[in-house]
């Protein structure tokens, strides 16, 4: 039996994650800040799919949040196969007009939090011979982006830091995937204070449709999904492009919104 830790469980791609995983007969790990939302929803799985479901209400920002998780991560006695680290923030506008502690706490999450529990992850696993950890990163991660500066700085990092590692734990047994999701339809925009409008539906995938993608490159062992013929060709040509043309259309691409 397969137990799969998922941060940011309670909405969106978390979420999605926790639903085609119950369904694949995993048992559960859910962490998020929202307890309400993950035992509704841990209710919902069991009842659905006679798995076990645990609920961590923890807040990744906070050294107390990341502390539990890690000894969630840590603890041999219930040991976790898969560690799915999706828990992440946006934040957009003009960085010099933003504010800083909203900027700062936006690293703590897509970054500090990621590094903390993919080591925790990583040495449980590595130490079993078996396991995978998959990293939620963005395209955004393949591009500078005016107006979402710290948002695909901290993606960048997550994309860099997950290839490096994925290297390293494969030799122990452990596979490392990155996840680089384009437009999705979530509540993650809503909250970052970015709109949809101006962007057609073509450009939009949901987040079912990006947790498929993911499960089936995990399934085959791949080191990168990105979900979507459209993102892949987007970060292809990003990956070749020179930032001063990259950041530019990604900028007119983010007034658009």
Same mark, same amino acid.
């Given at each position: 039996?397969?137990?799969?830790?998922?941060?940011?469980?309670?909405?969106?791609?978390?979420?999605?994650?926790?639903?085609?995983?119950?369904?694949?007969?995993?048992?559960?790990?859910?962490?998020?800040?929202?307890?309400?939302?993950?035992?509704?929803?841990?209710?919902?799985?069991?009842?659905?799919?006679?798995?076990?479901?645990?609920?961590?209400?923890?807040?990744?920002?906070?050294?107390?949040?990341?502390?539990?998780?890690?000894?969630?991560?840590?603890?041999?006695?219930?040991?976790?196969?898969?560690?799915?680290?999706? =828990? %992440?923030? +946006? &934040?957009? /506008?003009?960085?010099?007009?933003?504010?800083?502690? *909203?900027? #700062?706490?936006?690293?703590?999450?897509?970054?500090?939090?990621?590094?903390?529990?993919?080591?925790?992850?990583?040495?449980?696993?590595?130490?079993?011979?078996?396991?995978?950890?998959?990293?939620?990163?963005?395209?955004?991660?393949?591009?500078?982006?005016?107006?979402?500066?710290?948002?695909?700085?901290?993606?960048?990092?997550?994309?860099?830091?997950?290839?490096?590692?994925?290297?390293?734990?494969?030799?122990?047994?452990?596979?490392?995937?990155?996840?680089?999701?384009?437009?999705?339809?979530?509540?993650?925009?809503?909250? =970052? %204070?970015? +709109? &949809?409008? /101006?962007?057609?539906?073509?450009?939009?995938?949901? *987040?079912? #449709?990006?947790?498929?993608?993911?499960?089936?490159?995990?399934?085959?062992?791949?080191?990168?999904?990105?979900?979507?013929?459209?993102?892949?060709?987007?970060?292809?040509?990003?990956?070749?492009?020179?930032?001063?043309?990259?950041?530019?259309?990604?900028?007119?691409?983010?007034?658009?919104?």
């Amino acid at each position: 039996m397969t137990t799969a830790l998922v941060t940011g469980a309670s909405a969106g791609i978390g979420r999605a994650f926790a639903e085609a995983l119950a369904a694949r007969g995993d048992d559960l790990v859910l962490v998020a800040r929202d307890v309400d939302r993950l035992d509704s929803l841990a209710g919902d799985l069991v009842a659905r799919h006679g798995i076990r479901c645990e609920v961590l209400g923890a807040d990744l920002v906070s050294d107390e949040g990341r502390d539990a998780t890690a000894a969630r991560l840590d603890d041999a006695a219930a040991p976790v196969d898969v560690l799915v680290n999706n =828990a %992440g923030m +946006g &934040t957009f /506008g003009r960085f010099a007009e933003s504010d800083v502690d *909203a900027e #700062t706490l936006e690293i703590e999450l897509n970054v500090v939090a990621l590094v903390r529990l993919t080591h925790s992850a990583l040495g449980a696993m590595s130490a079993r011979g078996r396991g995978a950890i998959v990293n939620i990163s963005s395209v955004a991660g393949y591009q500078p982006a005016p107006s979402c500066a710290t948002y695909a700085a901290t993606k960048a990092f997550v994309n860099s830091f997950t290839h490096s590692v994925h290297e390293e734990a494969r030799r122990v047994g452990v596979h490392v995937m990155l996840v680089c999701p384009g437009y999705t339809h979530t509540e993650f925009h809503a909250r =970052a %204070g970015l +709109g &949809t409008t /101006g962007l057609p539906e073509l450009l939009w995938q949901t *987040a079912d #449709t990006v947790v498929a993608t993911a499960l089936h490159d995990l399934d085959r062992g791949r080191s990168v999904s990105v979900p979507g013929a459209l993102n892949r060709v987007v970060s292809a040509a990003s990956s070749v492009t020179p930032a001063i043309v990259s950041r530019r259309v990604a900028g007119l691409v983010v007034r658009r919104t």
